[in-house]
């Protein structure tokens, strides 16, 4: 019922920055980024709650910021000081509650994702 749509991702160098956004065709009360590489586990990159509350997974901390705007349904995932292991499709998810964060099984909501190619 509610849509995802993941835009801004792309190809960089190592060291380099994306700006991923992630609009939401309503209003949604937890957002969250995970990514996925070849052969790996989906993996918790942030998420963000209805509160402002913001959250990051290890590999994020430091380098990544979640942000969202509520007028326009849309998470923001700002990533700096990218990697070659930062290479994955990037998901935008949603839930309805603020619970189990880190955890794909507790969002209803994904995106198609987003590429993000990291190059050495």
């Known amino acids: 019922q509610v849509l995802l749509r993941e835009s801004g991702g792309g190809s960089v160098q190592a060291g380099g920055s994306l700006r991923l956004s992630c609009a939401a065709s309503?209003?949604?009360?937890?957002m969250g980024w995970f990514r996925q590489a070849p052969g790996k586990e989906r993996e918790f990159v942030a998420a963000?709650?209805?509160?402002?509350?913001?959250y990051y997974g290890d590999s994020a901390k430091g380098r990544f910021t979640i942000a969202g705007d509520n007028a326009k349904n849309t998470a923001y995932l700002q990533m700096h000081n990218l990697k070659p292991e930062d290479t994955a499709v990037y998901l935008c998810?949603?839930?309805?509650?603020?619970?189990?964060?880190?955890?794909?099984?507790?969002?209803?909501?994904w995106g198609q994702g987003t590429q993000v190619t990291v190059s050495s």
């Open positions: 309503g209003r949604i009360a937890a």
């Open positions: 963000l709650t209805s509160s402002g509350g913001s």
């Open positions: 998810a949603a839930q309805w509650s603020n619970s189990g964060l880190t955890l794909p099984s507790r969002y209803e909501y």
